[in-house]
Each structure stands twice: as C-alpha cells, then as structure tokens.
C-alpha cells in the first residue's frame, strides 16, 4: 500500500469502514483449491473475525473463565448456604458444588461399590438356596406368614398382657434392652440369648430410627421377634432338605428317589405350619430361638462349614442348655457322613458290622477326625466348664429342674411323633407285612423291646408336680384323659409305640447308616428322659430332626399333614383366644383369665 493511499485512507474514515468490510476467503478452505466448488459456495469471512491471538492470550482467557467460573459456583453455593440457615426445610441438600466435592464423589462411589457387593451376596445366596420357580409355593408361604402376621395382632389384643412364662422373659429382655446388664431374675433357668438377640435387635433399630433401645423392647415388638426367626427357620429347612435331596440324587444305590426342589420348599413350610412351634412363634418364649439355632448349626455341618456350624450351636446352647446335645449330634453326623461318603457303610450291612466299620475307621483316622471336629470339641469343652462353675446345667431356680431318670418319656415321645405324622404312618400300613415278618424271624428284638417298656413304666414313671396342677397345658388333660386314665393305659398302647418304633428305625436306616439311627436315638434319649416333667416343647426338635430326614416325596401325605398341622393350629389358638377361664387364688405374676396353651 503507497502513502498517498494511507493518507488519503486516515483523512476519509468511512473509506477505513468500507476497506475493512472487504470479503476474503480463507486459504485454509479447501474449497479454494477444488474447482468443483462454485465460487457461490465459498464460505465469506470478514477480516474483523480472524483471530490473530497468540497463545499466551489463549491461556490467559482460559485462566480467566475458569476463574469466573469458580466464582459463579461459589456465590451460587454461599447463596444456597445463606438460604438454608433461612429455611432449613426448604433448602435441606447441599449445593451442586458440594457432591463434585473429590472426597463426595470417593464416598459416593465407595458406596456403590459396597452396594453392589451386597447385591452379589445376596444373589450368590439365593442362587445357593436353589428356590423352585413356582409361584404358588411363594404364595402359600406369602399366605402363611401373613396369617400368622394376624394372628399375633389378635393375640396382641387379646392378651395385651405378658402370659405365663412371658412375664419373665419380657421383663429381662426389657432390662438388657436399657442397658441393666447386671440385672437376672432368678426364676429364670435358661441362658441369656433371647434376650441379648433382642438387645441387638433394639439397638440396631434405635441407631437406624433415632428412637431409644427401650422402645422397641414393648411387649407387641417383642413377639415379632419370633415372627421373624420362623421365616429364617422356613429357609433353613429348605437348605436342609436340599442338600439332602442332593446326596439322595447322588447315591442313587440308595433306591430313594430324590425329592425336587419344589417339594422340598412344600415340606418346608409344612414343618413350618408343626403345631408347637406355630404356637410359640406367636408369644414370647425361647423355643422358636431354640430351633432356628441348631438347625442353622446342623445347615452348615452338612455344607461342610464346620467352624460356622460350631459357633450357631454355641448361640443355640444360649437360648437352652439342652442343646449341647444337639451340638454333640452334630459333631458325630460329621464323622458318619465322612464314613458314608467313603463307601465304608453300605446299606446292606446289619447293625453289628456297620459298628464295627465305623469303630475302626474312628480309631485309624483318629487325629483326622479330631482336627476336623474340633471347634464342635471346643464348644463342649466350654460346656464342661460351665457346669463346674455352676454346678448343674440349669440357672436360676434349679428345684424345680432336677435331673431323674423318667424312661417312660422315651415311649410318650414315640406316641407324640405316631400322633403329629399320622399320615406318614398309614401311609406305611402298606410296607408294614414286611417289617412285621422281618421282626417275626427274630423275637428276641420285639422281646426286648416290649420287657424294656414294661420295666421302664413299672419302676420309672414319673409325675411332675406341675403336670398335676397346672390346668392351663394340653398336657394336664392329655395326661389325665389318656395316658393316665386307667393304670393299665399306657401297657395298652405299647403296640402303637412298637409299630412307630419300627418304622423310625426303617425309614432312617434306609436313607442313612444304622450308624446315624443309633446316634439319633441316644440324642433323643439324652434329651428327654432326665426330664421329670411331661413338656410337649422338649420334643419339638427331636421331631423336627427326625422328619427332615425323612423327606416325603407324595403330594397327597403332604396335603394331608399340611391339613392337620391347619386344623390343630385354628383349634389352639380359637382356644387361647376365646375360651378363658379364672382361677380362685392368683397372683402378680397369674392374672385372671387364665387361657389354654401347648
């Protein structure tokens, strides 16, 4: 450009305007160089917006609108901040800053990451439960736990009152609950597990609600507590009749045929519906714990979780002493089950061999086996240690617990097990020629059975004070009415308990070893006949062992036995419910009207 130009340029301004609104195109448009591109299609670029800001303009801007930006997030977040001292209800959340924040953002994914591990385990224990797909099993057991759900607010109605043994563990659950730890009543005989659970429980609920410990520990919420462990004790058993259905699959020597998984969650919520433990799911007492406890222990001995199996059995031992029988039941089944898994006990084995098998497999891998049970070991050995310091294995009032020897209860558990499987033994009418000519080729088994009753209630029957005074148990008038209404009734129904006896003894023995047959029998017996008292509780798991291992494949049993556990159940509790009655001479502790229970 000449000077004369530049001069004229800066003497005339709108010369200046119009120069700079001259068009160029870019020489970096590649449609410049195509000549298919029509000169009318050229994109115009004014020289006004080229940039011609070096690099360190560049960053400066950039510096600079972070820096604004920054500000921006700030007032916007002391805003928010002076608006929530205004309103805290209104402006309850952080600002939008906050949850960048590198530590929200590392919380935040922590959390999800804890999320989907607890997602993981529990999808890894359902698949592990194996649960059939049929909805009507989740119907009926919807249907059953919802019944039972009104059934504890009738009952709650009702009887808005601690009952009978209720008062005593109610008062000491409400004493943990507030933090008495040193306070025990002394008519109290069991361990503190119920209520040491039920302190957990309150205090888990307290730190969630903000509510205090004690507020959950009402008479209403405790009786939930047993609500919720049977719907644990539910899929417990499942876990059990699954793995045994399993074994049966895998040893088909056996000539069982293994049950399905959906028979298996029917013969789940049939034992669910036992009439005893139904009953007591709905008050406060320390059976349901008693229950869930050692066949939770016996689920894991079975899926080889020894260590896990060993400390349930010592919560179990919490909630009643009696069940460090069960513990040590379940120490030996690990023994036999290894010996059966082995091949070394077969079936067709008589009783003899089979003893002798199992003795000396014991005594060749003795320090095997003892490294393997040896945190069951470990909880009978705190056992021992506890009656040496307490000197006996009841607490509290022991008068009223002494150990005899009452042999005849072994024959009322056999005539309690003839009356609650009724359908499985007419069921078994039909396989009973078989058992009754095996038994005819050897008299000398049917002599000593029925010269062992004989003796046992000839010289060992045994009345309980307070089987004979208290009217408010079945007991009282199942006693007076059956068992005891001539002094020849019981020689009378012996047939009964013999024919019972043989089909326990079959049914166990061919789904296992006599082996485990003998065991079971010696735990049931050591359970039950230093008890001087006829309590229908004391027999609960002795059943419930029993019938979990005899799976019940027919459709129709299970209906019908589903149908009377139904019926007993309406009647017991119509009973408890409506028919009252009051007694002349009460108490604090026996309130009027007095109401009838198992």
């Known amino acids: 450009m000449s000077s004369s130009d530049e001069a004229h340029r800066l003497q005339n301004p709108s010369a200046r305007r119009l120069r700079s609104k001259r068009v160029y195109h870019s020489s970096s448009d590649d449609s410049v160089s195509d000549p298919r591109v029509k000169s009318s299609d050229r994109v115009p670029i004014t020289r006004s917006r080229i940039s011609l800001r070096s690099s360190s303009e560049e960053d400066g801007i950039t510096v600079r609108r972070k820096g604004a930006e920054h500000r921006r997030v700030r007032r916007s977040a002391e805003k928010n901040l002076k608006n929530a001292e205004r309103d805290p209800r209104k402006h309850s959340r952080s600002s939008s800053f906050v949850f960048d924040h590198p530590m929200v953002q590392h919380a935040r994914t922590s959390s999800y990451a804890m999320y989907q591990q607890s997602v993981d385990i529990a999808r890894n224990t359902i698949s592990e439960l194996d649960l059939p797909a049929s909805s009507w099993c989740g119907f009926f057991a919807a ?341 005891n209404r001539t002094p020849y009734t019981m020689f009378y129904l012996l047939p009964v308990c013999f024919y019972t006896f043989l089909n326990i003894v079959a049914l166990l023995s061919t789904v296992h070893s006599k082996f485990f047959t003998l065991l079971y029998f010696l735990c049931v017996a050591t359970q039950i006949v230093p008890q001087g008292l006829l309590e229908f509780r004391y027999f609960i798991l002795p059943y419930l062992l029993y019938r979990l291992h005899v799976p019940q494949h027919s459709w129709v049993v299970l209906f019908l036995e589903l149908c009377q556990y139904t019926l007993i159940n309406l009647i017991t509790v119509k009973l408890f419910l409506n028919k009252t009655f009051d007694w002349d001479i009460t108490d604090h502790l026996t309130p009027n009207p007095q109401r009838f229970m198992w």
């Open 143 to 483: 249907a059953m736990l919802a019944v039972t759900l009104g059934e504890v607010v009738k009952i709650n109605n009702a009887q808005p009152t601690p009952y009978m043994d209720e008062a005593f563990h109610v008062r000491q659950a409400q004493h943990y609950c507030a933090g008495n730890w040193t306070v025990w009543d002394k008519k109290i005989t069991t361990l503190p597990g119920l209520y040491l659970l039920t302190a957990v429980i309150a205090h888990c609920a307290g730190a969630v609600t903000g509510k205090p410990n004690i507020h959950w520990c009402s008479l209403e919420k405790l009786r939930f507590v047993n609500i919720v462990m049977s719907v644990l004790i539910f899929v417990v058993m499942y876990t059990i009749f699954r793995k045994l259905s399993r074994r049966l699959k895998d040893d088909p020597g056996l000539g069982i045929q293994p049950i399905h998984r959906t028979c298996c969650m029917m013969n789940s919520l049939v034992l669910t519906c036992f009439p005893l433990l139904y009953f007591y799911n709905l008050l406060y007492y320390t059976d349901v714990g008693s229950v869930l406890f050692v066949l939770a222990s016996y689920s894991c001995s079975i899926r080889n979780h020894h260590l896990k199996s060993a400390m349930l059995g010592a919560i179990s031992v919490l909630f009643r002493q009696t069940n460090i029988i069960w513990v040590g039941f379940t120490a030996g089944t690990v023994v036999i089950r290894d010996i059966e898994n082995r091949g070394w006990l077969q079936q067709s084995d008589d009783f003899v061999s089979q003893m002798k098998i199992a003795v000396t497999v014991i005594f060749r891998y003795f320090w095997q086996y003892l490294l393997l049970l040896l945190p069951y070991l470990t909880v009978l050995a705190g056992f021992a240690v506890f009656i040496f310091v307490n000197g006996g294995i009841v607490v509290g009032d022991k008068s009223a617990h002494t150990a005899v020897l009452h042999f005849p209860q072994f024959l009322y558990f056999l005539l309690f097990l003839t009356a609650f499987s009724l359908p499985h033994m007419v069921q078994r009418l039909r396989h009973s020629h078989l058992t009754v000519l095996y038994y005819v080729f050897k008299p000398v088994h049917v002599l000593l059975f029925f010269v062992s009753a004989v003796l046992a209630l000839y010289f060992f029957k045994y009345e309980h004070p307070y089987l004979l005074a208290d009217n408010r148990h079945y007991t009282f008038y199942i006693w007076r009415k059956i068992l």
